[in-house]
Every structure is written in C-alpha cells, then in structure tokens.
C-alpha cells in the first residue's frame, strides 16, 4: 500500500493506493464541518446512495451479498435505520468501503464512491477534489520524475554552506574539544528548526513516535514550502556568520523575521501546489 495526501482547499485528505486502486478518506473530507462526524453515517442511510454502493458493488466485486444487500435496500428509508460502514461491508462483504482503525484511520472509499460522496457534501468541493487527483497522476505518471526526490535535495542543498560557515567563523575563533563542538552544531540547528517549524527535532520525535519508527525524521514529514524556507534560512546564516555576525542570539532575530516573510508568501502564492509538481510524489514520505 501507498499513501499520499491530498490538498483540497484547506484540508488534508488521506489517499491510498491498493493494488492500482485508490481509496480516498472520507472521515478527512468533511473534518471541520459542522456536524461532520456524522455526515458519513447520514450519507450512508440515505436510500440513494444505497442503491449506488450496491450497483457498484455488483460491477466490481464478485463476492458481493445481494441477499443482504436486498434486506439492506429494503430497510433503507425508515425512520429507525442507521447503517455504519462497518456494518455494510460485514453484512455485504463490500469492497468499495473500508473502515480503518489508528493513526491515519477513518472511512475510506473507492474514488468513485468518494466522488460520489464529495456531490452529496458539496459540489463545489468535489470538483476541487478531482483536480487535486487528477494532478496527483499526472505527476505520478512523468518518467522524469522517478529518478530524484526534490525534498530530499531541498534539506540538503545548503546544509553545507551553513555547516561550513559555522565551522570556519565560529568552532574555529575558540579553542573547543570534540563534544563541544558537537553542542554548537547542534545549537545552531535547533534554532534554525524553531525558526522554520517551530520545535527542535529531539521534541517532534516525542511527538511523533509513530513516524520515528517508520524511520522518518521532521524534514520528511516537513511541508515543501518548509524545507524551501530552511534552505533559505541555512544560505542566510551562513551569510550573516560570514559578516561577522557569529553570536547566535544576535542572528536569530534576523532569521526568525526573513521565515516568517517567507513562509507568508508561499502560502499567499500557493507555492506548495507549484513545488509538488517537481515532487516524486509516489514516495509516502509525503505527508505533513
């Protein structure tokens, strides 16, 4: 399985990718909204959409229970049904719906059946969610970029400009031993962290326990703009560093307000649906 995040106005929905199909979270499309905890439940009592799910259901899985689903239909309308997703697909066997527990749980749906869905919420939100895939393929479908990752050369690309600067105007002014020296690197990453994402990289790991163990670590979990951002903010420290400027706390100011600048303008340019689409995008690093 592959999972990937779609942006869709001011949500994150949750996608993935099964053996060439791809289930979307439902649960994430009506977040925020009033009463949306429900609405999944609501939807799914409605007899239309009822009727819906098991035309779909008879087209594409084989093992479906029409005996059930007839009993199901037939229920549907009346005051004191309700039906649950997991109920459907244990009562019908369903495979356009499924029902997942944990960190990135919720109902998923087969995009047909989320699009569906997306026209019962609001049709104006569905349209931006079919874009937002069909963008998604489009760039999972481009051979030129399976070779590289570029939010992997984002958090690397002037790492070295800011490691050497350090190293040339600041370890070297003083005379430190080894652990020391290991203290001021690491100092003068975390600020650079607080500036950009605003924790160190030692407290996202306590609040990411999950993602650590899966081996992924703040600047993988980083938006686009984020590691932009940083990479700018590593070139302007080893500037500032370079003009004499090696007292951290007199930097950080400057730091803090160029970020902040910049963050503010990606956001306002929708820098982050421009960056995706030099992203390899099929890595499930690419989360927030």
Same mark, same amino acid.
């Given at each position: 399985?592959?999972?990937?995040?779609?942006?869709?106005?001011?949500?994150?929905?949750? !996608?993935?990718?099964?053996?060439?199909?791809?289930?979307?979270?439902?649960?994430?499309?009506?977040?925020?909204? *009033?009463?949306?905890? =429900?609405?999944?439940?609501?939807?799914?009592?409605?007899?239309?959409?009822?009727?819906?799910?098991?035309?779909?259901?008879?087209?594409? &899985? +084989?093992?479906?229970?029409?005996?059930?689903? /007839?009993?199901?239909?037939?229920?549907?309308? !009346? &005051?004191?049904?309700?039906?649950?997703?997991? $109920?459907?697909?244990?009562?019908?066997?369903?495979?356009?719906? $499924?029902?997942?527990?944990?960190?990135?749980?919720?109902?998923?749906?087969?995009?047909?059946? @989320?699009?569906?869905?997306?026209?019962?919420? &609001? +049709?104006?939100?569905?349209?931006? %969610?079919?874009?937002?895939? $069909? &963008?998604?393929?489009? !760039?999972?479908?481009?051979?030129? %970029?399976?070779?590289? *990752?570029?939010?992997?050369?984002?958090?690397?690309?002037?790492?070295?400009?800011?490691?050497?600067?350090?190293?040339?105007?600041?370890?070297?002014?003083?005379?430190?031993?080894?652990?020391?020296?290991?203290?001021?690197?690491?100092?003068?990453?975390?600020?650079?962290? !607080?500036?950009?994402?605003?924790?160190?990289?030692? *407290?996202?790991?306590?609040?990411?326990?999950? %993602?650590?163990? /899966?081996?992924?670590?703040?600047? *993988?979990? @980083?938006?686009?703009? $984020?590691?932009?951002?940083?990479?700018?903010?590593? @070139?302007?420290?080893?500037?500032?560093?370079? #003009?004499?400027?090696?007292?951290?706390? #007199?930097?950080?100011?400057?730091?803090?307000? @160029?970020?902040?600048?910049?963050?503010?303008?990606?956001?306002?340019?929708?820098?982050?649906?421009?960056? =995706?689409?030099?992203?390899?995008?099929?890595? +499930?690093?690419?989360?927030?």
């Amino acid at each position: 399985m592959t999972r990937f995040i779609l942006r869709v106005v001011d949500r994150l929905i949750n !996608l993935n990718r099964v053996n060439d199909q791809d289930y979307i979270c439902i649960t994430d499309m009506v977040k925020g909204l *009033d009463n949306g905890g =429900s609405l999944v439940e609501k939807w799914l009592r409605n007899k239309n959409t009822i009727e819906f799910l098991g035309l779909w259901e008879q087209m594409n &899985n +084989p093992k479906f229970n029409m005996e059930a689903y /007839q009993e199901i239909f037939n229920q549907s309308g !009346l &005051n004191r049904f309700t039906l649950s997703a997991k $109920q459907w697909i244990e009562m019908t066997g369903a495979i356009g719906i $499924q029902a997942k527990a944990g960190r990135y749980g919720g109902t998923y749906a087969h995009k047909d059946i @989320a699009f569906e869905f997306g026209s019962w919420v &609001n +049709p104006t939100f569905k349209l931006y %969610l079919i874009k937002e895939y $069909q &963008n998604l393929n489009i !760039l999972l479908s481009d051979k030129r %970029l399976k070779e590289w *990752d570029v939010r992997r050369i984002l958090s690397k690309v002037n790492y070295v400009l800011h490691t050497d600067a350090v190293k040339d105007h600041v370890v070297s002014e003083k005379r430190f031993g080894r652990l020391r020296k290991r203290w001021i690197y690491a100092s003068e990453a975390d600020a650079l962290n !607080l500036i950009v994402f605003g924790t160190t990289a030692k *407290d996202w790991e306590k609040e990411n326990p999950e %993602l650590k163990k /899966q081996g992924l670590n703040m600047r *993988d979990a @980083a938006t686009l703009s $984020q590691l932009a951002v940083l990479s700018n903010m590593e @070139a302007l420290n080893a500037e500032l560093i370079k #003009q004499g400027i090696t007292d951290l706390q #007199q930097r950080k100011p400057l730091l803090h307000k @160029a970020a902040k600048e910049q963050l503010a303008r990606f956001a306002k340019s929708d820098m982050e649906i421009k960056f =995706s689409k030099l992203e390899h995008l099929k890595n +499930p690093k690419f989360l927030k």
